[in-house]
């Protein structure tokens, strides 16, 4: 069966905690509540000034920017992202997202399920 739904109606849930994340929340717009079998869709808000750990992962994840801009910051430094990047981060990379812009950061995050939603 489709699923619709509004993503302002998705539950928020305040993921900041002490330094390493700050001004961030996110929302689990597809995932394993929804039955989808092989990926989740989360999208991240960061205030301004706010950004994820500086961080990785053993898998892959693409993050498109719907709001704001800022930078991901990589092993090699940071790059400029804004409404309409598109980034892939692969699998054991450093990275970080951080909101350098006035206005609210949003971005999509797409991950593999069997990952923390």
Request: glycine share 12%; hydrophobic share 40%; net charge neutral.
């Amino acid at each position: 069966m489709v699923i619709v739904k509004e993503m302002s109606e998705v539950p928020a849930v305040d993921v900041s905690h002490g330094t390493e994340v700050v001004g961030a929340v996110k929302r689990v717009l597809i995932g394993p509540a929804d039955r989808a079998p092989t990926f989740a869709v989360r999208l991240f808000t960061l205030a301004p000034g706010g950004h994820t750990p500086f961080h990785s992962h053993p898998f892959e994840h693409g993050v498109i920017v719907v709001r704001g801009r800022g930078t991901v910051l990589t092993a090699t430094g940071p790059c400029a992202i804004g409404e309409g990047s598109v980034v892939f981060v692969p699998p054991d990379e450093r990275h970080q997202f951080r909101n350098t812009g006035p206005i609210p950061l949003q971005f999509l995050c797409i991950v593999p399920v069997g990952v923390e939603t």
